[in-house]
């Protein structure tokens, strides 16, 4: 069956996406705006859902499927009252870690550019050891980096150590803080804040990779002149047409019912 998609912005995952949506046989359309006529489906960008639904959303209509990630439970509802379906890619079934992959290589790349060390031999802190950061623990140990793991859970420190980390919870993190030339932030919540940061070295590279606003007192860092990086959409950055291929199946699924 053809389907006709919408496909908002430039991002380069979106461009790769709407190729496939064509050599699929379906008609697309690709704006940075909403554009007149009806479509199946409207699709934004991941790392920008909330910013492009609120800038369309008068224009969507009922019955369309809307695609994207973290969606801000207000939007949904409107949406919901409106007749949309939204779907969030990352609540899809292998989605996220298959996602959390790009996004840990993405990672590593950005605190690269960014830092004046090589990773291999370095002391690396992962922050949080949901499923970006266990995988992102995992590739740095790959790269011979120190790997020491940040959680408040004992079951996700005693896991982490079980892959050969070290592993410590938030009230030993303080005596640490000095001893890191790369600090990666996975929680999308205030956890490194200015008494953490106070102790971290001069030279440090901090990468945040959760959700907007992060999880770094980005404040205190340029204060201080730390280098705390927040990095979003990074497999749309690093690995634009793998993740679009992602993508693809996930909409596959719920539009198409292959």
């Given at each position: 069956?053809?389907?006709?998609?919408?496909?908002?912005?430039?991002?380069?995952?979106?461009?790769?996406?709407?190729?496939?949506?064509?050599?699929?046989?379906?008609?697309?359309?690709?704006?940075?705006?909403?554009?007149?006529?009806?479509?199946?489906?409207?699709?934004?960008?991941?790392?920008?859902?909330?910013?492009?639904?609120?800038?369309?959303?008068?224009?969507?209509?009922?019955?369309?499927?809307?695609?994207?990630?973290?969606?801000?439970?207000?939007?949904?509802?409107?949406?919901?009252?409106?007749?949309?379906?939204?779907?969030?890619?990352?609540?899809?079934?292998?989605?996220?870690?298959?996602?959390?992959?790009a996004t840990a290589e993405g990672a590593i790349a950005e605190a690269l550019k960014a830092a004046c060390v090589s990773v291999h031999g370095s002391a690396s802190l992962v922050v949080g050891y949901g499923r970006c950061g266990e995988i992102l623990a995992e590739k740095l140990s790959a790269l011979k980096a120190h790997v020491t793991v940040l959680d408040r859970k004992e079951e996700k420190r005693a896991r982490a150590k079980a892959y050969g980390c070290r592993a410590i919870g938030f009230e030993e993190a303080g005596d640490t803080m000095g001893g890191y030339d790369f600090i990666f932030n996975t929680v999308p919540a205030l956890v490194l804040d200015r008494k953490l940061l106070s102790g971290v070295k001069r030279d440090v590279t901090i990468i945040d990779i959760a959700s907007k606003p992060g999880g770094v007192d980005f404040e205190y860092c340029r204060n201080h002149s730390i280098d705390a990086n927040l990095r979003l959409g990074l497999p749309g950055k690093y690995a634009p047409k793998s993740s679009a291929k992602i993508l693809l199946e996930v909409i596959s699924k719920t539009i198409m019912g292959d």
């Open positions: 069956m053809k389907y006709h998609f919408m496909v908002l912005g430039s991002e380069t995952r979106q461009i790769y996406l709407a190729e496939l949506l064509q050599e699929a046989g379906h008609e697309v359309m690709v704006s940075e705006e909403y554009l007149p006529g009806y479509h199946d489906a409207v699709l934004l960008p991941v790392p920008q859902t909330a910013k492009y639904l609120q800038e369309n959303f008068a224009k969507l209509q009922k019955g369309q499927i809307v695609y994207g990630c973290n969606f801000p439970p207000p939007l949904i509802t409107q949406c919901t009252d409106k007749g949309i379906r939204c779907v969030d890619y990352l609540e899809q079934e292998g989605t996220a870690s298959r996602n959390a992959i």
